[in-house]
């Protein structure tokens, strides 16, 4: 069983907590499960979810409990759907939620609709024309319109994506319930006011808004209130010129393997406010949103940004990067890439790491090491086999974003915004940077920032069964996943 708690800026209930005012405290978040799921009081016991398979765990969501407080024992209703947390992505104020079998949870404030069924769009294309009644079984209940900013976290319909298949889907992905989907997230980004779902590794769609290119559908495209595709692998031009979405860890380097286009897969997606880079497996990588910073490279600094998918990597048959990147991570205004062997490489506004703080720029990456970003600071957690894990950081500095000496042994790292959480070996979650919303931990200085120090953040009492797993980072928010150990 899974367990994730929240704190920090809520004004659009993208904690999912329930409420929608800000929290300094750790509080639980909530989850809709599917309609059809049974629901079970949690006073007679909550079932473990664990089943037989050893990747797949459970997030409990307790409806009564709109207080938060998230303690194991709350007199609530609660709906146990059996998933993995994959990835958490945040926009301004709104955070996705990736499970391990594809699936989208939401909250906050809404950047598109996900609850139409797909034959009410037919019916719509026919203009009136009679259709025949639905086959057995019927649809599922229509989910409550995503118009309304959401509290709690809602399982988002994807069902209607179109030319999505599962083809490459790898068996740890498919490990948990079979659910009557037409296509499989592999993946999710969010820049401010949008987001974006990796279908099957192979394409990228898109919801929301973006004034600077960001949803990459061209220059008189600023909302798409539907999911509209923006990316297909098998689509994008081979050449320099334009086609028609956590922490990421190093991978040792790999032979190359020659493919043709149509058989690459998607990499990683990430995004930053305004910009948006896709890594393919062929080592072809495309950008689109703002640039004018050179966040998508110098060659393209004067555009001041690309409103379609356009390959960054390479420009007249030149190369424009030094090496294949494993993974990119993005700053505000800046595109960080890395390998294996390689200092990272930073394209876009660089002036924040020349002041202070060049450990992370000129640490060589070693295998297993952890790269995150936020605005204006990049962090490594450095798994060196010769030594104990480091977390080096480099960037701006003003509101104590970059780590503080003499940090406690680090087992997970995560960015937001302008601050940083990790997970100690002792088991303790801690912050650091700005926690103007909370985000940090009540104690701050008279600025609102945790700076040359951290703060440890207490969560609600659990049972000693309960290990955090992982963390994450969002735009002045912070998120724990707690999972239940087997006996």
Known sequence: MTLVFALGSNGYGQLGTGHREDSAAAQRCLFEG???????????????GDGDADTTTSIESGTGNRSGTGTENDDATTTTVTMQVKKIVAGGNHTLLLTLDGRIFAAG??????????????????????????????????????RTPSTVFRECRTDFLAGATTETQTEAEATGPKRNTKCYISDVAATWDASFFVVDRKSVYVLGTGSKGELGLDHDVHETRRPRKVFDVGHQDDDDGNGSISFTTVEAATTTITTTA????????????SHVVVLLSDGRCFGWGACRKGQLGDKFRVDKALWRPTRIDKKDSSSLLPFRPDGVVLGREYTAFFRCGKPLLVWGERKDFLHEGQQALNHTLHKGDIVVSGWSSLHILSCSPSSSPTVMSSGKNHRG??????LPSITALAAGSEHCVAVTTTQDVIAWGWSEHGNCGAEVDRKGN??????????????????????????????????????
Request: with cysteine; net charge negative; glycine share 6%.
């Open 262 to 273: 149509a058989e690459a897969d998607i990499l990683t997606i990430a995004a930053s406010m």
């Open 109 to 146: 404030k809404p950047v598109g609709e996900f609850e139409r069924d797909s034959d009410e769009e037919e019916q719509e294309e026919d203009q009136g024309q009679p259709t025949p009644p639905p086959p057995s079984p019927p649809p599922r209940p229509r989910q409550p319109s995503t």
């Open 450 to 487: 945790v700076a040359g120090r951290w703060n440890v953040i207490s969560l609600p009492p659990l049972s000693s069964k309960y290990r955090v797993t992982a963390v994450a980072g969002g735009c002045a928010t912070t998120f724990v996943i707690c999972e239940k150990t087997r006996p």
């Open 34 to 48: 599917p309609p059809q799921v049974e629901e079970t009081p949690c006073s007679s016991g909550r079932s473990d």
């Open 401 to 406: 974003q970059l780590a503080p000496d003499k």
